[in-house]
C-alpha cells in the first residue's frame, strides 16, 4: 500500500475554480475514473477523476474553495504497482448548441505528451485531436494523410465518426506528416495524439501544445472559431431541438463513471433523473432507473412516452438460417434515435393529394438547353421549394415550433427548407436558406451541392440547422407514397412520390394529366386536418400554374 498526493490537474488554465462538490469522503474505497471533485467555472462544470483505483485517506479541500492547477486535493492509499499511474486531466465542453441549458460532464482524458523541443530551422509538433464537441470516444472512420504528406492548414487529417455525425479534423497548420498516432478503427477522444507534424515555425504555439487543455477557450471556439487553428466540423444529425429536454446523453449533467455505467447497461442518460447537487446524476440514480425498469414502474420524470413501451424480445435469428450480423455506423444509430424521438414525441397525421404539375413539367422541359448552359440539372425539386414557401407565407402555422415549454408556439419570420437526402451513410437534412429569397436556379444549384456534400459527409453544422420544413422527394425512385416523419421540432414534412400519367375527368372527357403524388405529414398538436387541406389546395394551385409563384 502506498498514498498518493493528488493535486488538482491541468484544467486548461482556468483558475480560482469553485469546487462545488466533493463526491467522496474518508475511507471511500473508488475505482479508475470515479468522481473525486466537481468544479464550476463561470463556463462550465468539470468533473475530476480519480486517476487509479484506491482508498480515500484524507481531503485537502471542501466546498467552496477556489482551486487551481497544482492544488492539494486529496491522498488516496493504493496498491504499489499503480503509483505511478498519471492524474488523468478533465476536458469540459461546450453543451450541444441545441440545449445551451444542459451541463456536460464529459470523459477525461489521459494529458497529452509535451510537443517536441523546437529547432531553429523545422519543428516537428505533436498534433492533438482539437475539441470536438463530445465527451465519448468516436471511431476513426478514414485517415486522410499517410507519412510524408505535405498538408496545408485546413486540410482534412482525419475524419471521425462519433454517435452523432461524422467530423474532419483540419489540420491546424501546414506542414509535412512525419508520423501517424492512429488508424482507422481507433476510438480517440479530445486531447489524444493525432500525428507529428513538421513545421517551419521555430517554436510551437501554445495552442498547439494543449489543444485539449484549455475547456474555457474550447467553450469560446464553439460559436466563434479560432481563426488560428481549424475547428472541426461537426455535421448533427439531429434537427435542432427547443431548448431545456437534454436531446443526447452527452448534454446531460452526469460524471465519466456514471456514464460508462449507463453505456454497459443500456440506459439513455436523458431519461434519468438526477439526485445529486444541481441534478447532476449519480450511479445510483441510473441504478434505481433500471430496477424500476426492471419492475415494469415507469420512471419518474421520463423524457418522452416511451417508458411504458414493452420491449421487442432479443431473437437468436441464427436458429432459423445463416446470418451476418454487422454494426450500426454512429451516423446511422442517430438517425434511427432522431426518427423514434420524432415517432414518439409527435403525434403524426398523414393526409394525401396529388398535384397537376403537367404545365410545370412542359415548361421544365422547355428550360434544358438553360439549364445545360449554366451546369445545373433542373428538377422538379427548385420548383416545389418556391411552391412551398409560397404555401408556408400563406399558412403561417406551418412555418412554426411548439415551444418547448407547451405554452407557446413559434412562428418564423425566415423561409429555411430541409431536404431529406438518401446517402449510403443513412438519412441526412441539410437545410436551404432564405428559399424566398432565392431563385430557382440558384436553388437547384444549392440543392445539388448540399445532396452532394451529404453524400460525401462534408456537411457542415450549420448546414443541417434551422430547418423550418422539409422535403422528402422518393420522386426519383419510385412508389405510390409514403408517410414521411415530421422532422421535429418542425412542425410539417412534405412527402414526393414518382410522378405519373393519369387520367383526369375534364368536366366533358378524360385527358392525360401529369400527377405528382404529395403526402403531407404534420404534428397533430400543431395543425389539424383542415390546416393541411388548405396548405394542400395553396400548394396544388402553385403547382399547377406556377406563374402565381410570381405574383
Ligand atoms: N417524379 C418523377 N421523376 C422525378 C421526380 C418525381 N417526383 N423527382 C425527380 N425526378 C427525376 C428528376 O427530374 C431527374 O430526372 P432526369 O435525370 O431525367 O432529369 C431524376 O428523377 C433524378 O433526380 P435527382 O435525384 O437527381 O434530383 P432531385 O432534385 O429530384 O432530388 C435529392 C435530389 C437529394 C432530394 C434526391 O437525390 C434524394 O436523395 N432523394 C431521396 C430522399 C429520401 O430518401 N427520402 C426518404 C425520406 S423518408 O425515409
Not at 18 to 27: D, S
Not at 317 to 345: C, E, V, Y
Not at 394 to 419: C, R, T, W
Amino acid at each position: 500500500m502506498a498514498t498518493q498526493h493528488l493535486n488538482v490537474p491541468d484544467i486548461g488554465g482556468a483558475e480560482n475554480v469553485e469546487v462545488i462538490e466533493i463526491c467522496v469522503k474518508p475511507g471511500d474505497k473508488v475505482n479508475k475514473d470515479d468522481s473525486l471533485i466537481v468544479l464550476e467555472s463561470d463556463k462550465a462544470s468539470m468533473e475530476i477523476p480519480a486517476p487509479v483505483s484506491g482508498t480515500v485517506k484524507s481531503i485537502q479541500l471542501k466546498v467552496g474553495d477556489k482551486v487551481s492547477q497544482g492544488s492539494p486535493m486529496l491522498e488516496l492509499d493504493i496498491a504499489g504497482a499503480e503509483v505511478s499511474q498519471p492524474v488523468e486531466k478533465p476536458v469540459e465542453k461546450k453543451s450541444a448548441p441545441v440545449a445551451p441549458a444542459a451541463k456536460v460532464e464529459p470523459e477525461p482524458v489521459v494529458a497529452p505528451p509535451a510537443p517536441t523541443t523546437a529547432s531553429a530551422v523545422a519543428t516537428v509538433e505533436n498534433i492533438l485531436v482539437p475539441d470536438i464537441g463530445t465527451s465519448d470516444a468516436v471511431e476513426v472512420i478514414e485517415v486522410s494523410v499517410t507519412v510524408g504528406t505535405q498538408i496545408a492548414a485546413g486540410d482534412t487529417m482525419v475524419v471521425l465518426e462519433s454517435d452523432k455525425a461524422s467530423m474532419e479534423i483540419p489540420a491546424p497548420k501546414a506542414g509535412i506528416v512525419r508520423a501517424l498516432k492512429i488508424k482507422v478503427g481507433d476510438k480517440i477522444s479530445s486531447g489524444a495524439a493525432l500525428l507529428d507534424l513538421e513545421t517551419t515555425s521555430s517554436a510551437p504555439t501554445a495552442a498547439q501544445q494543449t489543444p485539449a487543455a484549455a475547456p474555457v477557450a474550447a467553450s469560446a471556439h464553439a460559436t466563434a472559431p479560432s481563426s488560428e487553428i481549424p475547428q472541426p466540423s461537426l455535421p448533427s444529425t439531429a434537427p435542432s431541438q427547443p431548448a431545456a429536454v437534454p436531446a443526447s446523453s452527452s448534454e446531460v449533467y452526469a460524471g465519466p463513471a456514471v456514464r460508462r455505467l449507463a453505456r454497459e447497461m443500456g440506459i439513455d442518460l436523458t431519461r434519468v433523473p438526477g439526485s445529486g447537487p444541481k441534478n447532476r446524476i449519480q450511479k445510483d440514480d441510473v441504478k434505481r432507473f433500471v430496477k424500476e425498469l426492471m419492475e415494469n414502474r415507469s420512471p419518474a420524470r421520463a423524457v418522452t412516452g416511451g417508458a411504458g413501451i414493452p420491449a421487442v424480445p432479443a431473437i437468436d435469428f441464427a436458429q432459423f438460417g445463416p446470418i451476418d450480423t454487422q454494426p450500426l455506423t454512429g451516423l446511422h444509430k442517430a438517425i434511427a434515435s432522431n426518427m423514434h424521438r420524432a415517432w414518439l414525441n409527435v403525434p403524426h397525421v398523414t393526409q394525401w393529394d396529388d398535384a397537376d404539375i403537367t404545365e410545370l413539367e412542359s415548361f421544365r422541359e422547355t428550360l434544358k438547353g438553360d439549364a445545360e448552359k449554366r451546369g445545373v440539372k433542373l428538377s422538379p425539386l427548385p420548383f416545389l421549394l418556391k411552391a412551398c414557401v409560397a404555401a408556408l407565407k400563406m399558412h403561417p402555422k406551418f412555418n412554426a415550433s411548439l415551444h418547448a415549454d407547451g405554452e407557446h408556439i413559434v412562428y418564423k419570420q425566415y423561409f429555411h427548407i430541409g431536404i431529406a437526402v438518401d446517402t449510403p451513410a443513412g438519412l441526412m437534412v441539410p437545410v436551404l436558406r432564405d428559399v424566398d429569397k432565392k431563385s430557382v436556379w440558384e436553388l437547384a444549384a444549392e440543392a445539388a451541392e448540399l445532396a452532394q456534400k451529404a453524400k460525401d459527409r462534408k456537411l457542415k453544422p450549420a448546414e443541417m440547422q434551422g430547418g423550418c420544413f422539409s422535403i422528402s422527394s422518393l420522386g426519383n425512385i419510385g412508389g405510390l407514397g409514403f408517410t414521411p416523419i415530421v422532422n421535429t421540432p418542425e412542425v410539417a414534412i412534405l412527402g414526393v412520390s414518382k410522378l405519373t400519367v393519369k387520367p383526369i375527368w375534364n368536366g366533358s372527357e378524360f385527358v392525360p394529366r401529369k400527377m405528382l403524388p404529395l403526402s403531407l405529414s404534420y404534428d397533430h398538436r400543431a395543425l389539424n386536418g383542415g390546416d393541411a387541406g388548405r396548405f394542400f389546395a395553396t400548394l396544388n394551385q402553385m403547382l399547377g400554374d406556377i406563374r402565381r409563384l410570381v405574383l
